[in-house]
């Protein structure tokens, strides 16, 4: 059983961390025997505050309950009042969510050899991936499993971490980490994430979330979309951010639909550039033999959230 350091700073933690230890966030951590730096002590890490100019700041250990009551984020608060159920959202933190260990269960199993726990291969490709990726790109066969990444991906947000070197800073997309299936994220062993930075809202934009899932509570997603559409000065779309989860090693920004919403009028249907451009999307998918029924599912699940943002 592993031993808990409780420190009150940034600074405690970081030399704990720098001797070995595993942070924990909202009081769920992985077994093992390494010590254990819980966070939830840190006054710095809590909270949500608004800047002079608009920006909001989220400290990584405010749990998901409290983005999901966030005003102005209208992709992003639905996603978070989503996942899982109301006593897992009262607990688990937003840093959390960003940075969980892929759902698999031959990772946690030690009679497989996994890749992602220091092993080789993935054995999920030849055995059960039913959850596993739509888009295929080699290595680990399981999904980034985070909710709010992809909203904070459609959201163009970024995270700021500390490490002993300093801060630094860096958007929501390129937290994660494509190639190497040893690694969840790209942060470094002794780095804590400190917060989400939001860019200040945009007036008058429209957004809508969808979660696909086999049971309404507390499952994980099989495809998660997420579709913003921001207003040019004559109402029509100007700019739009979409958004998948659960299909890929990272949360993915779909481009092709991005760019066909542009100049879509609120209160229409789906025009044909964007029929096509969901074809070109699920065109694209590399699924397994197992998850052939993501490219389907997500091109279902992308029509209805473009539907109902435009609605």
Sequence with gaps: MSTAVRPDS??????????????????????????????????DLHGITAGGDGTVRVGAMTTVAALAGLDGYPALAPAAAALATPQVRGTATVGGNLLQRTRCAYLRNPVFSCARAGGR???????????????????????NPSSLA???????????????????TLPVGDLYEPADPARDHRLSPDEVLTAVLLPAPVPGERAAH?????????????????????PGPDGTVERAAVAAGAVARVPLRLPEVEEALAGAEPGTAPGPAVEAALDAVTARTTPLPGTRYKASLLRAALLDTVERALA
Excluded: Y
Aim: charged share 20%; hydrophobic share 45%.
């Design 10 to 43: 940034l600074d405690g933690a970081l030399a704990a961390l720098a001797e070995g230890a595993r942070p924990r966030a909202g009081g769920i951590e992985q077994a093992g025997t390494a010590p254990v730096v819980d966070l939830t002590g840190i006054a």
């Design 121 to 143: 291969g993935c054995p999920s490709r030849d055995g059960d991936h039913l959850h596993g990726v739509a888009f295929d790109t080699g290595g680990c066969a399981a999904p």
């Design 150 to 168: 992809v909203a904070l991906l459609a959201h163009d947000a970024a995270v700021e971490a500390v490490g002993p070197s300093g801060p630094r």
């Design 210 to 230: 969808r979660r696909v899932s086999g049971r309404s509570r507390a499952e994980w997603p099989l495809v998660e979309t997420v579709v913003r559409l921001l």
